[in-house]
C-alpha cells in the first residue's frame, strides 16, 4: 500500500511512555494509521507517498489537544479584554441568553469557522468544546478535518429555558452528530458547573448519562468558592459528594478547572477515574479572587489523575495558543507557589497524551505510536529563536508559538501543507466573520472598532440577561450563606 504520509529525517518527540526523541527519524502513516516510527534510514526520501516531506529542520509531535474551551463568540476577540470582571460577566450572560434563543446563530457560524482556521493554524488537533448550540460547530469542525467533542450547556440556574427543552435538545443533538465524519467528531453530555444547576438537575443528567453510556460528561467543577455552597444549597456536603450521590463521579467526568480542590477532593477524584482540564491563561487573566488558591495541578497528577490543557474563552483572554496554555501553566504554577512545579516534558504530556486521556481517546491519538490514528504536527525549528537546539521539550513548552507550526496531519490527512489550510478558505472565512462582526454592531449596542470596544450600558445587559434562573440561583447562594453564619 502506498503511504498516505511519510516525514523523514526530522526530529520526533513521541510522546510515548518512554518520552522516546529521535535526533533523526521517520514516521509513516497509511490509511491514516501510523505504521512506522523510527530511526531514519537510507532511502525514506524516496519512499512514494501521497506527501513526502523532508523533516530536515523540522520538529514531528503529536496533535495538540485543546481539552476544554467554548467556541461560538470567537468573533468577539478583543471585545472583552479591558472590562472589569462584573462587566464582562454581565456582557456574556446576556450574550448567552441571546444565542440560547437563536438570536445570534449569524455570529456562532462565524465563530465556528473562525476557531477551526485558528485552531488548525496552531496545531491544535482536537478540540472538547461545551457551548450553547453546537450543530453548527460539530459540522464545521467535521468539514474541516478536526477532531471534536461538543455538547450543548444544560443547566436550570443560568438561563430561563425550560429543562425538558434543554435535553431535548440534547438528545437531538447526540442522536445527529455524534460518531460521525469517520468518528472524528462525538458528543458529550455538558451540565453546565457545580454553581448553577440543582440536585434535580444533576439527578436527571445521570439519568440521562445512563441512556448514552458511552459519553463524555464535561463540566466545570471546582470553579468557584460558590460550587461547594450550591451543593450544600442541595443538601449535600460537597460538590464532589453530590456528584457521587447522584452517580456522576466515574470515569466518565471530566471536570474543567478544580480552582478549589482540596486533599479529599483530589483523593476522590483520583479513586473515582475523573480526569480535569487545567485552564491557566483564563484565571490568570480574569481571577475573581485574588485570594483563591491556584489549581493544584501537580498533587492531581501525583495522585494519578489525568490533567489535560485547555484554552477556555480565547475571546476573553485573546489568544489561540495552545502552546502558550503551557507556558502559563507553568508560570501561573510558580508564581503561586514556587519554581519547579513542572517539567517541561510534563506540560508536554499535559499538551497532548494527557489531553487525550482526559477525554478517553488515548489508545487512539495523544503520541506517536504505531497502530494509532495520525494526528500529528510539524514544527519548522530551522529558525534562529531554536538555536541552539538543546531540550527540544522545553523548547516546545516555552519557545514554540502558533506561527511555527508548518503542516498538520489529522487522521492522517494533511489540513494543513506548508502553513495553507487545504480544507478552509481562510479568505472567504475571514469575510464572513466581518460582515457577522458588523451585523453585531448593527443590531446590538456594542461598539467595536481598532481601537477598542465598548459594551452596552448596564441598563442594556440588565433588559438581555435572564431573570428567573440567575435569580434563583443569586437567591439560593445567600440563603445557605446565612445558614451557615448562623450555625457559626
Known amino acids: 500500500m502506498r503511504p498516505d504520509v511519510v516525514v523523514h529525517d526530522a526530529l520526533v518527540l513521541t510522546v510515548d ?30 519512499i512514494e507517498a501521497e506527501h513526502t516531506i523532508d523533516g530536515a529542520g523540522k520538529l514531528v509531535l503529536p496533535g495538540l489537544i485543546n481539552a476544554h474551551t467554548h467556541l461560538e463568540v470567537t468573533p468577539l476577540i478583543g471585545a472583552f479584554s479591558d ?3 462584573a462587566e464582562m460577566m454581565g456582557s456574556m450572560t446576556a450574550l448567552c441568553n441571546q444565542l440560547a ?17 485558528n485552531f ?9 468544546s461545551m457551548d450553547v448550540r453546537p450543530s453548527l460547530g460539530a459540522e464545521t469542525f467535521g468539514e474541516a478535518g478536526l477532531r471534536g467533542f461538543f455538547g450543548p450547556a444544560i443547566s436550570d440556574l443560568f438561563w430561563d429555558i425550560p429543562v425538558e427543552e434543554q435535553f431535548s435538545r440534547a438528545r437531538s443533538f447526540i442522536e445527529t452528530y455524534h460518531d460521525t465524519y469517520d468518528g472524528r467528531i462525538r458528543a458529550t453530555i455538558c451540565p453546565h458547573d457545580d454553581w448553577s444547576c440543582t440536585r434535580e438537575l444533576w439527578e436527571r443528567t445521570a439519568e440521562f448519562a445512563d441512556e448514552y453510556p458511552g459519553l463524555l460528561v464535561h463540566t466545570h467543577l471546582l470553579e468557584l468558592e460558590a460550587s461547594n455552597k450550591m451543593a450544600r444549597s442541595n443538601g449535600s456536603d460537597g460538590s464532589l459528594e453530590l456528584l457521587a450521590e447522584v452517580g456522576l463521579l466515574n470515569d466518565r467526568l471530566l471536570g474543567a478547572h478544580y480552582r478549589i480542590a482540596d486533599e479529599d477532593d483530589i483523593r476522590r477524584t483520583a479513586e473515582s477515574g475523573v480526569s480535569v482540564a487545567h485552564c491557566p491563561s483564563i484565571f490568570s487573566y480574569w481571577n475573581p479572587d485574588g485570594e483563591t488558591q491556584w489549581t493544584p495541578v501537580p498533587e492531581l497528577r501525583d495522585a494519578g489523575v489525568d490533567v489535560g490543557l485547555g484554552i477556555d474563552d480565547h475571546y476573553w483572554h485573546d489568544s489561540y495558543n495552545m502552546f502558550g496554555e503551557a507556558r502559563q501553566a507553568r508560570l501561573a504554577a510558580n508564581l503561586k507557589r514556587s519554581a519547579g512545579q513542572f517539567s ?9 497524551i494527557e489531553g487525550a486521556r482526559a477525554l478517553g481517546i488515548d489508545d487512539e491519538v495523544g503520541s ?9 504536527l510539524v514544527l519548522d ?23 511555527d507550526v508548518e503542516t498538520v496531519v489529522i487522521d492522517g490527512n494533511v489540513v494543513v501543507r506548508d502553513g495553507e489550510i487545504q480544507t478552509m478558505d481562510a479568505d472567504a472565512v475571514t469575510k464572513r466573520v466581518e460582515h ?53
Open 83 to 85: 472590562l472589569d470582571f
Open 344 to 352: 517541561s516534558m510534563e506540560l508536554v504530556r499535559m499538551l497532548t
Open 101 to 117: 434563543g437563536g438570536e445570534l446563530d449569524y455570529l456562532a457560524s462565524a465563530g465556528y469557522e473562525l476557531a477551526a482556521l
Open 368 to 376: 506517536l505510536e504505531v497502530g494509532k490514528r495520525a494526528d500529528m
Open 17 to 46: 511512555d518512554r518520552n522516546r526523541l529521535f535526533k533523526r527519524g521517520t514516521v509513516i502513516v497509511e490509511d491514516g494509521e501510523i505504521t512506522a516510527v523510527r530511526s531514519a534510514q537510507d532511502g525514506d526520501a524516496d
Open 120 to 128: 488548525l493554524n496552531g496545531g491544535v488537533t482536537t478540540t472538547n
Open 436 to 488: 457577522a462582526v458588523e451585523r453585531f454592531e448593527d443590531e446590538s449596542a456594542w461598539k467595536l472598532g481598532v481601537g477598542g470596544g465598548d459594551p452596552p450600558s448596564s441598563k442594556e445587559i440588565l433588559r438581555r440577561v435572564p431573570k428567573r434562573g440567575p435569580s434563583q440561583l443569586l437567591g439560593r447562594l445567600a440563603v445557605q450563606s446565612l445558614k451557615e453564619r448562623l450555625r457559626v
Open 381 to 403: 525549528v530551522d529558525k534562529p529563536k531554536f538555536v541552539p537546539l538543546t531540550n527540544i521539550p522545553a523548547h516546545v513548552a516555552n519557545n514554540a508559538t502558533p506561527a
